[in-house]
């Protein structure tokens, strides 16, 4: 050991500054390495958010426009599949029954913008709108994609396939406004044929798509200024319009979020002026290398800062972000992360984070631990992201999060890695209303049209597998319209949630009850013996349907006439079953109502 009082100044100097040197390299080494991951990390992790965001954003808008136009045809299909409509628009120009019902009672009642009906010439017989109605305007003319649109309902289908074809939707333009619309011929409730009086009559219902589509899009979505620009100079999200001519309606352009952008705005400036600190700092070190005392003094003030830094960099993310070891043990978290995750910051350091990190879906087991993602970022030593995974709360609880895992490497191998999550439950909750909203009826919570042809396809299938038979019972409410017709539309509502709710307690709960069209339901029985005890069903769904409902202070009685096919029986594919039990549904109400049919055998 050396003797402070007997060793030269001059050695200790030489060797102190020989020391420093050493160790500013290696500092200088580990400050550029250290900081040029952060910067890394972080623009990666946002560019992958943005892009996430991004591409959310396009897919939802699509799906959303085109839910919206499935709702708008629905509801102009329900009154131009109608006899009365026929009689009193058609052949009567009845100006105060189409008022009273696709007139201005569609226009308040579905908050439309536009209701028209025309000839198959596109001669005009009513047009609404929300200040007034007019009969028959002699200065009116359809525009080119109005009558593109009407043209395309006219030839969608032939009348023998009318009754499953779907109203034709599309963007038209007609006086300078541009409008969703869906079109759909008049026919006869019973056969689906055009009316002979004006073959080729179309109803048409519209939204006005800058008052009325694109505010509530935007609202749903949560993005900022969504808007139709014939000439877009630069949107950060766009999709082009087409009306239904072919002609460009202009393009929708919108400002998704951008959760990376907000993330490096914030963090990399944070960075950057820590580097140029870090950078001066070493400068003045290495200058003043004969003061090994000064420096090393300063060297301590330099670690703190950094650390504060780091710690700056850390907390004003507003994702939750903690590193963790080659072995999976936190290491650090912010306090974004431990709020969302309910637990204490002292509580998750050290801990195991594999536990963590759960399974692919929020109800599924967790999945084994030599699987999670955390192990397959530290052995292979490449990012991952999902959106698809559940973390777990302090309560026990799961969530959905969309988390992004990037390893930290010393050269080829993996020392680590840092984890950016969020929290994405409102998201997934607005994706499931979404769902839910395009798969079930909004008046009685049924399954809709579409929700019953998949679960019956499904009920085929097993079906054939175990070589059992399936019931489809068409059931079409008798004195429904002059219950709806009598008492009005929030009477006929409330009469078809009583009667689902009739018919899901008669049934079991493995069999589906939906609602087909209008007053049409229809019940899928399955795993069945013999036609008995469809028999015996049909006969149960006839006697509850015949009793008294109390509609406000009203007891009003309906029944029911129901048509039945049999899988194998009257067919083996979804639609021609429904087509069979449509037709003896009709054979019930020929017999007088009331009753039910088999259908005939082929």
Not at 57 to 82: C, F, I, K, P
Not at 531 to 546: G, I, M
Request: aromatic share 6%.
């Amino acid at each position: 050991m050396l003797d402070p009082k007997r060793t030269s100044p001059r050695i200790l100097r030489g060797s102190a500054v020989q020391t420093l040197g050493t160790l500013i390299k290696v500092v200088i080494v580990a400050i550029l390495v250290s900081l040029t991951l952060t910067v890394l990390m972080l623009l990666h992790a946002g560019r992958i958010q943005d892009e996430t965001a991004a591409e959310a954003s396009l897919r939802q808008l699509e799906g959303l426009l085109l839910m919206t136009g499935r709702h708008l045809a629905n509801h102009v299909r329900d009154y131009a599949v109608w006899n009365d409509a026929i009689a009193r628009v058609i052949q009567a120009r009845d100006l105060k029954w189409w008022d009273d019902n696709p007139g201005q009672y569609a226009l308040s009642t579905f908050e439309l913008s536009l209701s028209l009906a025309a000839d198959g010439a596109d001669r005009v017989y009513f047009i609404s709108t929300p200040d007034r109605t007019r009969s028959a305007p002699p200065n009116l003319t359809l525009g080119p994609s109005t009558q593109a649109l009407l043209d395309m309902e006219r030839r969608s289908a032939s009348a023998s396939s009318s009754a499953q074809q779907r109203a034709t939707a599309g963007l038209i333009e007609l006086d300078g406004t541009v409008y969703l619309a869906a079109a759909s011929r008049f026919l006869h409730e019973v056969d689906f044929a055009s009316p002979a009086e004006a073959s080729g009559a179309v109803m048409l219902f519209a939204l006005a798509l800058d008052e009325k589509v694109l505010p509530e899009l935007g609202d749903i979505m949560g993005v900022f200024r969504l808007v139709r620009d014939a000439a877009p100079e630069s949107a950060e999200a766009r999709m082009p319009l087409k009306l239904a001519d072919g002609t460009s309606a202009g393009t929708l352009t919108w400002t998704p979020s951008a959760p990376g952008r907000s993330m490096i705005g914030s963090v990399l400036p944070i960075a950057i002026l820590a580097f140029s600190s870090i950078a001066g700092l070493t400068l003045i070190f290495a200058l003043r290398a004969r003061s090994l005392a000064r420096c090393l003094f300063a060297d301590e003030i330099e670690r703190r800062e950094l650390a504060q830094r780091y710690e700056s960099i850390l907390e004003t993310a507003g994702d939750g972000i903690f590193g963790i070891d080659r072995d999976g043990r936190i290491l650090f978290v912010n306090e974004a992360a431990a709020r969302i995750l309910g637990f204490a910051r002292a509580e998750i350091q050290g801990q195991d984070a594999k536990r963590l990190l759960l399974c692919r879906s929020v109800d599924a087991p967790a999945e084994p631990t030599e699987e999670a993602s955390l192990l397959r970022v530290l052995k292979s030593g490449r990012a991952e992201a999902s959106d698809t995974e559940c973390f777990r709360r302090a309560d026990g609880r799961r969530f959905p999060v969309e988390y992004a895992v990037t390893p930290m490497l010393l050269g080829d191998t993996p020392t680590g890695a840092v984890v950016v999550f969020r929290d994405i439950t409102k998201r997934r909750q607005t994706e499931e209303e979404v769902l839910y909203r395009a798969n079930f009826d909004a008046v009685t919570g049924l399954p809709n049209r579409n929700l019953l042809l998949e679960r019956l396809g499904q009920a085929l299938k097993r079906a054939r597998r175990e070589a059992i038979r399936v019931g489809i019972l068409f059931i079409d409410l008798d004195d429904f319209k002059q219950v709806n017709d009598s008492l009005g539309h929030n009477a006929g509502d409330l009469l078809l949630r009583q009667v689902a709710e009739r018919l899901q307690q008669s049934v079991r709960e493995t069999d589906t009850v939906a609602r087909f069209a209008g007053d049409e339901l229809v019940v899928v029985v399955a795993h069945i013996a013999d036609h008995v005890f469809l028999q015996t069903v049909a006969e149960k769904l006839l006697r509850v349907l015949r009793e008294p409902f109390a509609i406000g202070n009203d007891s009003v009685r309906i029944g029911g006439s129901i048509g039945i096919a049999v899988f194998p029986d009257h067919g083996e594919d979804p639609q021609v079953l429904l087509n069979h039990a449509d037709l003896a549904m009709y054979q019930a109400k020929a017999a007088g109502r009331g009753t039910y049919r088999f259908a005939e055998t082929a």
